[in-house]
C-alpha cells in the first residue's frame, strides 16, 4: 500500500472523528438554556446547607466539561461517562463561558448548583 495514501486515510478518519465529536458536543450545548442578565435580576434566595443548615454562601460554578451525575442504583460515571452525559446546562462552550447559580457551604464543603439555567452576567 503506497504510504501516501495511508497518510491520507488517517487524515480523513482524523477528520471524521473531530467532526463527529464537536457535531456531539454542539448538539449537547444548543439545549442550554442561557440567560444575560444583570446581578441584581439573579434570584439569590436563601439557600441553606442540607448537612449544617447554616445559610450557604451565593455565587457562581463553571462546571467545566459538564457535570455527570447518576443515581445511586445505576452504573457508576467512569472513564468513557463524557460530554454525552451531562447534566442539561452544566456543559457551556461558550466564551466568555455560561455559569450557574450556586450555593456553598465552606466549612462543610458543600455545594449546590441550579441547574435549570445557566447565565451570563452583564458587568455593571
Ligand atoms: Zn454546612
Redesign the pocket.
Known amino acids: 500500500m503506497d504510504i501516501s495514501y495511508l497518510v491520507f486515510l488517517v487524515i480523513v478518519v482524523t477528520l471524521i472523528v473531530i467532526s463527529a465529536f464537536l457535531i456531539i458536543i454542539r448538539k449537547l450545548v444548543k439545549g442550554n438554556e442561557i440567560e444575560i442578565l444583570n446581578e441584581s435580576q439573579i434570584n439569590w434566595e436563601e439557600t441553606k ?1 442540607p ?2 443548615h ?1 445559610p ?1 454562601e451565593s455565587g457562581y460554578s463553571m462546571a467545566g466539561r459538564g457535570v455527570i451525575w447518576r443515581e445511586r442504583s445505576a452504573k457508576k460515571p467512569g472513564t468513557f461517562s463524557t460530554i454525552a452525559s451531562v447534566l442539561e446546562n452544566t456543559m457551556s462552550i461558550n466564551m466568555p463561558p455560561a455559569l450557574n447559580i450556586s450555593w456553598r ?1 465552606k ?2 464543603k ?1 455545594i449546590v448548583l441550579d441547574n435549570s439555567k445557566m447565565v451570563k452576567v452583564k458587568n455593571a
Open positions: 446547607c448537612r449544617c447554616v450557604m457551604c466549612s462543610c458543600l
